[in-house]
């Protein structure tokens, strides 16, 4: 995916957890670890959104076990780093063209 294509699917994805009520905390929070895309906060629980993209294929094949190990270190990092201590969770939000799918605890 290229760097404009990703940037769109990641602008699209906060537009639409804003339109359901997420408050967005970071973009693009980055570690020697990895990258979250979003991190946004509903009803008390922090979400940590992996964002994917693609019109060839399902999006969610691009998150593999070791994107996903990634993820968690990177999750890791920042509840430390910011000395979060509540609920969190991972997400996966999938851009598919016009149509966006939000998955909930993509690690359950």
Known sequence: MSSKVGYEAELKAANYLKKSGYEILKR?????????????????VIHFVEVKSSIKYDPIYAITPAKL???LACV????????????????AILVKGNEIEHIENITY
Request: aromatic fraction near 16%; charge should be positive.
């Open 76 to 91: 890791d990092y920042y509840l430390l780093l910011n000395e979060v201590y509540g609920p969190f969770q991972i997400d």
């Open 69 to 71: 190990k990634k993820i």
């Open 28 to 44: 693009n929070f980055r570690s020697k670890f990895g990258e979250i895309d979003i991190i946004a906060k509903k009803s008390g």
